[in-house]
């Protein structure tokens, strides 16, 4: 069974510039989320989608990140403007839906983001 | 607010030592909790999770004990082995959950051969 995809695995950007990153969950899960990681800490909740619909964005920093899951699959995650404190680790994972399965989360490798 | 705190921040065992992690909860969803092991460059992976229903659970020289009144949950690893280092994360459920997890802070483990 193919695990959580992610591309690109690093990227260095310039404050002020846009990101994109993108994943693809493993086939059957119906809910996506999003996380950042900063050095040092635990996973911090972006956003999580069940399907196509947002289940959850109340820590995602709106003046700046969006994402979208089209056709309930793909997701990708962008920042514009990028700031320094954006550097982290972005991580993707998909879990099924419904029951303590939905908490048995599978993440992918995650990208890495350098804002200078 | 929900809050998943971890302890401690860093741990270094002897090979073939034991490993203890310490997880204290609240506000969070009674219903599954779960530790994450995560080695560097890599993302999380799940390593074992425990039911509020039962007070320990073990699977292979990985054990969870929960106790419920104390608001803890612990992972214990026997007979830790250089392969073991890496940083664990738990996590628990928060109130009202919509199905997601808060993790807490993270342990760098070291196992020293």
């Known amino acids: 069974e193919a695990g959580v995809a992610q591309s690109p695995r690093y990227k260095i950007i310039e404050k002020r510039q846009s990101v994109a990153f993108w994943c693809n969950p493993i086939?059957?899960?119906?809910?996506l989320y999003w996380y950042q990681q900063i050095l040092g800490q635990g996973p911090k909740l972006l956003i999580q989608f069940q399907n196509n619909g947002v289940v959850d964005d109340s820590q995602l920093p709106k003046d700046r990140f969006s994402a979208e899951r089209l056709k309930g699959v793909d997701s990708t995650l962008k920042i514009q403007p990028a700031k320094l404190e954006d550097s982290a680790v972005y991580l993707c994972a998909s879990s099924f839906t419904g029951g303590r399965l939905a908490y048995e989360q599978y993440f992918g490798p995650g990208t890495r983001l350098t804002v200078t | 607010q929900q809050q998943v705190k971890q302890s401690p921040q860093s741990l270094i065992v002897q090979k073939g030592g034991i490993s203890i992690i310490n997880c204290a909860y609240e506000?969070?969803?009674?219903?599954?909790f779960p530790w994450y092991q995560q080695f560097p460059g890599k993302g999380p992976a799940l390593l074992i999770a425990?039911?509020?229903?039962?007070s320990e659970k073990k699977e292979g020289r990985f054990t969870i004990s929960f106790n419920k009144s104390a608001k803890q949950f612990s992972l214990h690893i026997m007979d830790s082995q250089p392969g073991d280092s890496a940083t664990y994360f738990c996590a628990a459920p928060p109130r009202g959950g919509a199905q997601k997890l808060v993790f807490g802070q993270g342990t760098r483990l070291t196992i020293n051969p």
């Open positions: 086939s059957g899960h119906a809910t």
């Open positions: 506000n969070t969803a009674f219903d599954y």
């Open positions: 425990i039911r509020p229903d039962v």
